[in-house]
Structure formats: C-alpha cells, structure tokens
C-alpha cells in the first residue's frame, strides 16, 4: 500500500523518506498488507465456506523470491509453484508447507527431484516423456511414488509478449496436446509413479481471459478422455499468468478471473490449482533512490 499523504510518499504508514534515512539508497520496499491482501484476492474468490469450491492457490516463486515474502504468504496458508531446487529451499527455509508445493520447469536435476521427494512436495508437473522416465526412476531408488501432473501444450496464443508465451506449439514448455493421452497411459504403467492431475500454463502477463478458457476446455476434455481409459485426475492445475497495470492496461480482477473459470467447470467439482505471482507481488513493491545530481546541458 502507497499512498501521498501531504506531499509524502507513505509505505502502508510508514513515510519512505524513514526509511531511507535509516537503510539507505537505492532499496526495496515491499508492503506486506498489499502482498497478503492480494493474495486472498485469489483465494477468496472461490467462495466462503461450506460451500467453498475445492482450491488451492499457489504462489509462482519465480515472481519474487525474497524470503520475508514468502514467509509472509506461507502464514497465510499458500501454497507454492517452484521452477527449481533452489526455489524449493526457500520455500523451506521461509516456512512453506512442503506438501503443498508445485514443481514445474523444463529442466529438473537429479538433486532436485530427490529433494522434492524427500520433503513431500504435493505434485511434479512433467514437461517431457524424458522427464517422466527420470522422476520414476529415482522414486523407486528411494522406495516412492512420485506425484506427477503432465504439463499440456495446448498451443494457444495468450497474446502476450512472444518471449513470456509458453502455451504456444513453438514454445519448449510442456508436452503436445495430441501426445498427452499416450504419455498418461505410460505413466499409469509405471510402478513409482502417481498420477494426480493435468497442468497448463499459457505465459505471464495475460490482460484478456479468453485463451484461459481455452486452455480449461482442453483440460476438460483431456480428463474426459483419461476417463474413459480408467485414470483418476484430482486436480487440474491452470497455471498463473494474469496480467497487472504497469502503464494503461486493463486487467481482469482476481475475482473475475475465478467466477469465469469456475462458470467453466460448472458441476465438476474437481480441485482446481492456480499460481498467480506477477499478479500477488508486482504493485506491491517500489524500488526507492536518491537524486544525486542535477546536470545541466546544452541539448
């Protein structure tokens, strides 16, 4: 939260001109009340209990991880999506629920995956049929099953920036729609293997929710198909990627982001994972400096 007030910048209700009087410039400034406030934003949405709708929504740690942020979303009952094990560590170390944890990414070593086994984490989101035969064969090194979703391709312009698309065909992220149901059916095959769920993630900075539900209707239509060979999903996760106002941009509110797609699932209620992080963390923060210098020239 900032705020003028008779001239002064104000952080929630401390003035920013304290601040640097007592930490310096340039530096940092988060508001804890903002981060927290949009965060239930999300989570709110999906209504008051008992007629809560089954949910989780996971903060993407690529947005920010600074480890007072995260602790202060950890204490709100976040769950986390994490693209490394590095990520995985600071979520540790900042007291996030290990068991509500998301591993996405294209490229997962070894380590990381041991580690995300040991501590428990809630799924795997596999990006390649690469991927899932390594997941398996270090869960059975260790006696486990581990969790998995597959990450879906659907090949969908979000009509973002084209270097933060990850839903299109072109894109390294994910497996090919028209691949997925195969790959499902080796996994169902493999012994350390759990499948709990399908993954979609379009790219950051989405202003317009029409490509969300696209990407929700091949979800849908994957699980139906998945059905009928007789393979349990129990989530579906949509990814993150809502969009902020920078300059004029108009971005859907995190509660017409949600109404939309549970409008979408209609009857099904099936778990639904989103990860907001630009969306939680990006006008919650200001980078405060100093003028040093005023210098005058000819042009």
Not at 26 to 32: A, D, E, G, L, M
Not at 34 to 42: C, K
Not at 112 to 118: D, P, R, S, T, V
Not at 195 to 212: N, V, Y
């Amino acid at each position: 939260m900032f705020t003028y007030k008779n001239n002064q910048l104000f952080a929630e209700n401390l003035p920013v001109s304290e601040i640097a009087a007592q930490y310096g410039t340039p530096c940092y400034i988060y508001s804890r009340t903002a981060i927290v406030q949009s965060w239930h934003e999300f989570n709110d949405a999906f209504g008051a209990v008992p007629d809560n709708y089954p949910h989780q929504v996971c903060y993407a740690v690529k947005a920010n991880s600074n480890l007072a942020i995260l602790n202060s979303l950890a204490r709100c009952g976040s769950g986390f999506d994490i693209v490394s094990g590095g990520e995985l560590l600071r979520v540790i170390a900042a007291g996030g629920d290990t068991s509500k944890i998301i591993f996405s990414g294209v490229g997962k070593q070894p380590w990381e995956i041991n580690k995300a086994l040991e501590v428990g984490i809630e799924c795997f989101n596999v990006e390649s049929a690469a991927e899932l035969q390594r997941i398996n064969e270090l869960a059975a090194q260790c006696n486990k099953r581990a969790p998995i979703a597959l990450r879906i391709n659907p090949n969908i312009d979000a009509g973002t920036h084209p270097y933060i698309s990850t839903g299109l065909a072109s894109n390294k992220f994910g497996i090919a729609i028209d691949e997925a149901l195969d790959l499902y059916e080796q996994a169902a095959q493999l012994k350390n293997i759990q499948i709990k769920g399908i993954a979609c993630h379009l790219g950051s900075q989405i202003t317009d929710l029409a490509p969300f539900l696209s990407a929700l209707d091949h979800l849908l239509e994957l699980m139906a198909a998945l059905k009928q060979k007789n393979i349990a999903i129990e989530h579906l996760d949509i990814g993150g990627g809502l969009g902020v106002r920078y300059l004029a941009e108009q971005s859907p509110s995190p509660q017409e982001y949600i109404k939309m797609l549970l409008q979408k699932l209609g009857h099904q209620k099936i778990k639904l994972i989103i990860e907001p992080g630009r969306a939680i963390v990006a006008n919650a923060g200001i980078l405060l400096t100093r003028v040093e210098y005023l210098k005058a020239t000819p042009t």
